[in-house]
């Protein structure tokens, strides 16, 4: 069971275009995290997004949390080639991998920007 | 910084044979983690820790083991490898659970492992 979905799995666009990934889920969490992964290389986290509405920006990238805490997108203004990598968001799930609560993560965004 | 430091970076193996990827970081944090990454799958957890002495199955344990006798190191052993094994290994770090909001997870940069 996929907890976490998200869209698209891939995405190809030229360098200037906007964009949104979506990351959704019918359960609950205590707070989302997004995370960006270049080839050969472990995720960077981004952003952590803890309250529901909650908007958050990072240059060029904009962070939302849905009201019910359930979803999550990121949006990038005016791509470039440097924003080329795999998006992950993550979940944080009490009871989820253990009593302690681990995060989930979903299967990710490819993008790829072209110049 | 080092942060976390994976090692080997790449490793092939045979099936039945068993090896040892090593994990260690220098933040002094009390969570570890080990995932796995299948292409298109995402993260998956095979075992975390919350400090020395103490560790506990994530969603895919079977096949593995840890061991965790020190802060800093989190070695994770695969016994009898398997072609299902074949996999990218991330280890992982944090400084309190990782479902707080305020202690993002550190990665290292991964294992790339193949079972022939």
């Known amino acids: 069971t996929q907890l976490l979905e998200q869209s698209p799995q891939f995405l190809s666009i030229q360098e200037g275009e906007n964009l949104t990934v979506y990351c959704n889920s019918s359960?609950?969490?205590?707070?989302l995290q997004w995370y960006r992964q270049e080839p050969g290389e472990g995720p960077v986290l981004l952003v952590t997004?803890?309250?529901?509405?909650e908007v958050k920006k990072l240059k060029r990238l904009t962070f939302q949390f849905g009201d019910a805490r359930k979803d999550s997108s990121l949006h990038i203004t005016a791509a470039q080639p440097g924003d080329t990598g795999l998006y992950l968001c993550?979940?944080?799930?009490?009871?989820?991998?253990?009593?302690?609560?681990?995060?989930?993560f979903g299967k990710g965004t490819k993008l790829s920007v072209k110049p | 910084n080092a942060g976390v430091t994976q090692t080997p970076k790449f490793r092939i193996l045979k099936i039945g044979q068993s090896m040892t990827l090593q994990c260690a970081q220098d933040?002094?944090?009390?969570?570890m983690y080990w995932y796995r990454q299948d292409p298109g799958m995402g993260l998956k957890l095979i075992y975390y820790?919350?400090?020395?002495?103490?560790?506990d199955k994530g969603e895919v344990p079977n096949g593995y083991n840890v061991s965790r006798s020190t802060t800093e190191d989190f070695p994770l052993r695969l016994e009898l490898a398997a072609p299902s094994q074949t996999s990218v290994y991330f280890c992982?770090?944090?400084?309190?659970?990782?479902?707080?909001?305020?202690?993002?997870?550190?990665f290292g940069n991964g294992t790339r492992l193949t079972v022939t």
């Open positions: 992982a770090s944090s400084y309190s659970t990782g479902v707080a909001y305020n202690s993002p997870l550190h």
């Open positions: 359960s609950v969490f205590s707070s």
């Open positions: 997004v803890v309250t529901g509405g």
């Open positions: 993550a979940g944080g799930k009490m009871n989820y991998g253990g009593s302690q609560g681990n995060l989930i």
């Open positions: 933040m002094n944090h009390n969570y």
């Open positions: 820790s919350v400090g020395a002495g103490i560790t």
